[in-house]
């Protein structure tokens, strides 16, 4: 089956530093890239839809300054947080998506944690 | 509206009981997509299902059964003779597919725990 890897699993950072993650599709090629957020015991919360070659489109409320999205490759996209505080500590997942296909293979996640 | 709504927060069982878990949906689509997703403690999410608008089939397989009534926008998800690494956050969504592209809605969760 298709496969997604983010890198790093967990992450802990002082606060006004800047952490990026990695998600990488590693068997197929992703023309589609999404980015979610979950805090403790809440469902997921697309945070921005990425599309390789192309601004990302973030959702409502999510400031596209502080989470800077890149898709430079099929296979590769790549989230910033810019400026880490304590409240962007979360658990952030990336999934993709195969063609055209209607389903998207997810990530293991990435926990953050800022001090 | 497009929503996902799975009512029940948390539920307990002991081992080898069979439980359901619910989700309901709203949409306006006529196509979309049913997915069931098991999250364990580790957080990654792990594919159980996929269903499409067109097919009302209900499915088994092993332990693991599911109904897709589309009359009540319902597909509920029963686990059989539950098993103590069924304990989980189990998470419904709904793909929808529109001129704005791909969007996937997720349900709040239920999280089961089955005690031994």
């Known amino acids: 089956g298709a496969v997604v890897s983010q890198h790093p699993s967990r992450v802990i950072c002082k606060s006004g530093t800047s952490v990026k993650i990695e998600c990488r599709s590693l068997?197929?090629?992703?023309?589609?890239m999404f980015w979610y957020r979950q805090f403790p015991k809440q469902s997921l919360m697309l945070m921005a839809t990425?599309?390789?070659?192309?601004?990302?489109?973030?959702e409502q409320g999510v400031e596209k300054d502080k989470f800077l999205i890149n898709h430079a490759s099929l296979t590769l996209s790549t989230l910033t947080v810019t400026s880490a505080h304590p409240e962007d500590s979360s658990f952030y997942i990336c999934?993709?998506?195969?063609?055209?296909?209607?389903?998207?293979?997810f990530g293991p996640g990435t926990r953050l944690t800022v001090l | 509206a497009q929503k996902v709504t799975q009512a029940q927060t948390e539920i307990s069982v002991v081992e080898k009981e069979d439980v359901t878990l619910d989700c309901v949906y709203e949409?306006?689509?006529?196509?979309?997509?049913l997915f069931w997703y098991k999250q364990p403690p580790s957080g990654e999410l792990v594919f159980l299902i996929r269903?499409?608008?067109?097919?009302?089939q209900n499915e088994i397989s092993g332990r693991y059964s599911w109904n897709f009534q589309k009359s009540t926008s319902s597909f509920n998800f029963t686990i059989t003779a539950s098993q103590v690494v069924d304990s989980a956050v189990y998470f419904c969504a709904l793909i929808r597919r529109n001129t704005g592209g791909f969007k996937t809605i997720f349900g709040a969760g239920t999280r089961l725990f089955v005690k031994a």
């Open positions: 990425s599309n390789e070659g192309s601004k990302a489109t973030y």
């Open positions: 999934s993709a998506r195969l063609g055209s296909r209607n389903e998207q293979f």
């Open positions: 949409t306006r689509d006529t196509t979309y997509y």
């Open positions: 068997d197929f090629q992703a023309t589609t």
């Open positions: 269903r499409n608008s067109f097919d009302e």
